[in-house]
């Protein structure tokens, strides 16, 4: 599979910005931390629904949207019971 600079801009947008929606939330909305699955969800969706309903990619697609979330749920739950734990 060859790297092209698509497949580069798809892949630093399936990674920068849960980055950075965890970062903000975890700086300033410790409390609510848990919301940053969803919202990643609902950007992935509104992001990338060409890519999700177009037959080819859709697995590939899929599968690395599945990653992320589950990425960025498991850095959320982390903050939110170590917030909670003190």
Do not use: C
């Amino acid at each position: 599979m060859e790297l092209t600079p698509t497949l580069i801009l798809n892949l630093a947008l399936l990674i920068v910005p849960p980055v950075v929606l965890v970062l903000v939330f975890r700086q300033w909305l410790a409390r609510h931390i848990r919301w940053t699955v969803a919202l990643t969800a609902l950007y992935d969706v509104l992001l990338f629904w060409d890519e999700l309903f177009y037959y080819e990619s859709f697995g590939l697609f899929a599968v690395l949207i599945l990653v992320q979330l589950a990425a960025t749920g498991a850095a959320a739950f982390r903050i939110y019971n170590k917030q909670r734990k003190d």
